[in-house]
């Protein structure tokens, strides 16, 4: 079965950080693009950020800019999504997403992907 699995959200207050894990299982995520995506409640869909199979290439929202950072661990076909300085307006349930034949900046504009997690809860409140 082929899945992702999403890990590491939670309650936090503004200005903390918290660690985003996106797991694989059922295939490797060696051959595919991953991107994080988040939806607030009333809102649409947004790509936050995306990385290239490689690592070497990465797209980050204006929004998240200079606080977050994507990453990938090929060897525990994991993709991480550091979050620092933490704002209210970064709530939002966030997922990961895997694609193939796509670029970062593609798969985050067009919010695309193959596969999808279920999603992880990120709550920004004092």
């Known amino acids: 079965q082929l899945q992702l699995v999403e890990s590491g959200g939670g309650l936090v207050q503004p200005g903390g950080s918290l660690r985003l894990s996106c797991a694989a299982s059922?295939?490797?995520?060696?051959?595919?693009?991953i991107g994080w995506f988040r939806q607030a409640p009333g809102k649409e869909r947004e790509g936050v950020s995306c990385i290239s199979v490689g690592g070497g290439s990465t797209y980050y929202a204006d929004s998240v800019k200079g606080r977050f950072t994507i990453s990938r661990d090929n060897a525990k076909n994991t993709v991480y999504l550091q979050m620092n300085s933490l704002k209210p307006e970064d709530t939002a349930t966030y997922y990961c997403?895997?694609?193939?034949?796509?670029?970062?900046?593609?798969?985050?504009?067009?919010?695309?992907?193959?596969?999808w997690g279920q999603g992880t809860q990120v709550t920004v409140s004092s």
């Open positions: 059922g295939f490797t995520l060696d051959y595919y693009a």
């Open positions: 997403a895997a694609d193939r034949r796509t670029t970062v900046q593609a798969m985050c504009v067009m919010i695309s992907g193959r596969y």
